[in-house]
Nanobody
Framework: VQLQASGGGSVQAGGSLRLSCAAS????????TAWFRQAPGKEREFVAG???????LYADSVKGRFTISRDNAKNTVFLQMNSLEPEDTAVYYC???????????????????WGQGTQVTVSS
């Protein structure tokens, strides 16, 4: 499956952005899909993951501010980011596991297909 991430940009602290991850090549409905981010000089970290609407997982640092969702008809996963902070500045990547009905993992190594990344910059 090919993943295309989009929606990044530059905002001031307190602002919002909505990232999209569109899949092509096959449906990824039912496959755990996640967003990761990587800031300069830091390791890639888990942000949020989803398998279906009733099964989502968030990093503590974004809980209550970010919401992950998916539209299976559009083969797209979204990340709504509100109350953005300068610490959220990073390149954001979407990734999907190749296991149908598998669990959402926080470990980047569990994901086999990755999008190209989209830059999010939050200024204070």
């Amino acid at each position: 499956v090919q993943l295309q991430a989009s929606g990044g940009g530059s905002v001031q602290a307190g602002g919002s952005l909505r990232l999209s991850c569109a899949a092509s090549g096959r449906t990824f409905s039912g496959f755990p899909t996640a967003w990761f981010r990587q800031a300069p000089g830091k390791e890639r970290e888990f942000v949020a993951g989803i398998r279906e609407a009733t099964y989502t997982l968030y990093a503590d640092s974004v809980k209550g501010r970010f919401t992950i969702s998916r539209d299976n008809a559009k083969n797209t996963v979204f990340l709504q980011m509100n109350s953005l902070e300068p610490e959220d500045t990073a390149v954001y990547y979407c990734a999907v596991r190749s296991i149908t009905n598998g669990i959402v993992r926080r470990d980047a190594n569990a994901y086999g297909d990755w999008g190209q990344g989209t830059q999010v910059t939050v200024s204070s």
